[in-house]
């Protein structure tokens, strides 16, 4: 059906700087929205940007730090992350709403596999 691929993580210093990459393929009819998540170890998944229909949105503790952005023509979404500190450390997550079905409007949820951002000196 569909298949998201993220790409560009790996270690960096506090105050450094990582993109991350998410290219959406297969049977996509059209993608209403496309974000990231987060997840630490022993914490719970959360949201830290979305980006749908012209508009962006971040999470608190990212805001001013990072920037979503997205290639509509290539089916990709970009995470810009300026100034990395330690508590970024998780796996992050892609996620897209896609429409897969012609006669069908209502998108339906799809994630990546995850990669991991370390921020640690």
């Known amino acids: 059906q569909v298949q998201l691929v993220e790409s560009g993580g790996g270690l960096v210093q506090p105050g450094g700087s990582v993109r991350l990459s998410c290219v959406a393929s297969g049977s996509i009819l059209r993608i209403n929205a496309m974000g990231w998540y987060r997840q630490a170890p022993g914490k719970q998944r959360e949201l830290v940007a979305t980006?749908?229909?012209?508009?962006?949105n971040y999470a608190d503790s990212v805001k001013g730090r990072f920037t979503i952005s997205r290639d509509n023509a290539k089916n990709t979404v970009y995470l810009q992350m300026n100034s990395l500190k330690p508590e970024d450390t998780a796996v992050y997550y892609c996620?897209?709403?896609?429409?897969?079905?012609?006669?069908?409007?209502?998108?339906?949820?799809?994630w990546g596999q995850g990669t991991q951002v370390t921020v640690s000196s």
């Open positions: 980006s749908s229909g012209g508009s962006t």
């Open positions: 996620h897209a709403a896609v429409v897969v079905e012609f006669f069908v409007s209502r998108p339906s949820d799809y």
